[in-house]
């Protein structure tokens, strides 16, 4: 590649866990508070750190070559980017969020038509303009620069456009959620111009490839345990596997090395059953990367 590849690193609630992701992928930044251009690994990449309400924008028109922003932003922006990937991961959850409409507990609106001629605020105007128009309901839409919750409960809006992952906070400020607009998660985006450049593509799926095996390791850990011969076709049909487990004999012995990869939510569960049925020994690791 002539030319090290532009990417855009979300600041503010993703920045944290997008340099985790990173790391766990295989690229260590480093980022001075007063900079927004951290320090990577790599010779072939340049990071910039910008808001990711505006990534689009700059990835869209050149600024940057690709970076890593939300699909709601993509969206708001109306910008026309080629998405590379979903990344489903955030600072709270490894789950995709949801933009919702929110009112306070005791609100006479039940539903979307009841806010024929009301106020509402919320940070992502432009796409929530867009969703009242397509459904013929006139309503008044307001930007909100944070706190948006308060703004319903100080009586300075009628209902909330609001971003969130568990609904808690929304339940703390005292209001509840009657309708959901869009689920959004993370997105690797490029411009279609450094799409087009085979060096700079490379790159872009290099980073999309090792981005998504550190997530899909996020949710998998590798399990290994000694079987003995009379009890192996048991416990191997308890295992679930990506393909099937590698079984190994154990040296001048009638025992196997059995090993696989399994969920980190059902791993819990099968170690249990594994020992009833034979198994010994057994060990569980971490992964940082499964491809």
Same mark, same amino acid.
């Given at each position: 590649?002539?030319?090290?590849?532009?990417?855009?690193?979300?600041?503010? @609630?993703?920045?944290?866990?997008?340099?985790?992701?990173?790391?766990?992928?295989?690229?260590?930044?480093?980022?001075?508070?007063?900079?927004?251009?951290?320090?990577?690994?790599?010779?072939?990449?340049?990071?910039?750190?910008?808001?990711?309400?505006?990534?689009?924008?700059?990835?869209?028109?050149?600024?940057?070559?690709?970076?890593?922003?939300?699909?709601?932003?993509?969206?708001?922006?109306?910008?026309?980017?080629?998405?590379?990937?979903?990344?489903?991961?955030?600072?709270? @959850?490894?789950?995709?969020?949801?933009?919702?409409?929110?009112?306070?507990?005791?609100?006479?609106?039940?539903?979307?038509?009841?806010?024929?001629?009301?106020?509402?605020?919320?940070?992502?105007?432009?796409?929530?303009?867009?969703?009242?128009?397509?459904?013929?309901?006139?309503?008044?839409?307001?930007?909100?620069?944070?706190?948006?919750? *308060?703004?319903?409960?100080?009586?300075?809006?009628?209902?909330?456009?609001?971003?969130?992952?568990?609904?808690?906070?929304?339940? *703390?400020?005292?209001?509840?959620?009657?309708?959901?607009?869009?689920?959004?998660?993370?997105?690797?985006?490029?411009?279609?111009?450094?799409?087009?450049?085979?060096?700079?593509?490379?790159?872009?799926?290099?980073?999309?490839?090792?981005?998504?095996? *550190?997530?899909?390791?996020?949710?998998?850990?590798?399990?290994?345990?000694?079987?003995?011969?009379?009890?192996?076709?048991?416990?191997?049909?308890?295992?679930?596997?990506?393909?099937?487990?590698?079984?190994?004999?154990?040296?001048?012995?009638?025992?196997? @090395?059995?090993?696989?990869?399994?969920?980190?939510?059902?791993?819990?569960?099968?170690?249990?059953?594994?020992?009833?049925?034979?198994?010994?020994?057994?060990?569980?690791?971490?992964?940082?990367?499964?491809?």
């Amino acid at each position: 590649m002539t030319t090290p590849l532009k990417l855009g690193i979300p600041k503010g @609630s993703l920045q944290n866990a997008t340099f985790a992701l990173f790391k766990r992928s295989g690229w260590t930044i480093n980022v001075n508070d007063r900079s927004y251009f951290p320090e990577i690994n790599d010779d072939t990449i340049e990071c910039t750190i910008c808001r990711a309400q505006e990534m689009s924008r700059y990835v869209e028109n050149g600024t940057l070559d690709a970076g890593l922003t939300g699909k709601d932003w993509i969206a708001e922006n109306s910008s026309d980017v080629h998405v590379v990937e979903d990344l489903i991961y955030s600072k709270v @959850s490894a789950r995709p969020a949801r933009w919702v409409l929110a009112v306070p507990y005791d609100s006479p609106i039940r539903a979307l038509d009841d806010l024929k001629g009301k106020k509402i605020a919320t940070e992502l105007v432009a796409f929530t303009k867009r969703y009242f128009e397509a459904r013929n309901i006139a309503v008044k839409v307001e930007f909100s620069w944070g706190a948006t919750e *308060a703004k319903v409960v100080s009586g300075l809006a009628d209902a909330v456009v609001e971003v969130t992952e568990t609904g808690s906070t929304i339940r *703390a400020h005292g209001l509840r959620i009657i309708h959901e607009l869009m689920q959004t998660n993370t997105q690797l985006i490029t411009n279609r111009q450094a799409w087009k450049n085979p060096h700079k593509r490379e790159k872009i799926e290099q980073i999309a490839l090792l981005l998504k095996g *550190a997530l899909l390791g996020e949710k998998m850990v590798g399990i290994k345990m000694n079987v003995p011969h009379d009890k192996l076709e048991q416990v191997v049909t308890l295992l679930p596997s990506l393909n099937a487990p590698t079984v190994a004999s154990l040296y001048q012995s009638d025992w196997f @090395s059995v090993e696989t990869v399994v969920g980190t939510g059902v791993v819990r569960d099968l170690i249990p059953v594994l020992l009833k049925n034979g198994a010994e020994g057994i060990i569980e690791y971490p992964l940082n990367k499964v491809i």
